[in-house]
């Protein structure tokens, strides 16, 4: 069981870059697939990146090349790098963590609360 907090939400303008963290307990956090998840009003979650436990990762098209997920185990926490934000990015994310090895799927295990993320054209 892990809980999940983000942090690192919030506004910025079209072209900006904001970084997202989502802090887990416990101490088997190295064994998770982690992902970050977002869902916009009115539509459904959709998987943006995610990484597992040997740091593979994975990012659905529409943000490769300007969003890095990475994550530091030591500090039991992952990171989602966002740069060149474009308003169709507005979302509340989620930090999610899965125990099997599949990356790109939005049925993970253990959900944060999510962090509002807008951006302005």
């Known amino acids: 069981q892990v809980q999940l907090v983000e942090s690192g939400g919030g506004l910025v303008q079209a072209g900006g870059s904001l970084r997202l963290s989502c802090a887990a307990s416990g101490r088997t956090f190295s064994t998770y697939t982690m992902g970050w998840i977002r869902q916009a009003p009115g539509k459904e979650r959709e998987f943006v990146a995610g990484i597992s436990r040997s740091e593979g990762t994975y990012y659905t098209d529409s943000v490769k090349g300007r969003f890095t997920i990475s994550r530091d185990n030591a500090k039991n926490t992952v990171y989602l790098q966002m740069n060149s934000l474009k308003p169709e990015d507005t979302a509340v994310y989620y930090c999610?963590?899965?125990?099997?090895?599949?990356?790109?799927?939005?049925?993970?295990?253990?959900w944060g609360q999510g962090t509002q993320v807008t951006v302005s054209s």
């Open positions: 999610a963590a899965r125990l099997g090895m599949v990356i790109r799927t939005t049925r993970y295990d253990y």
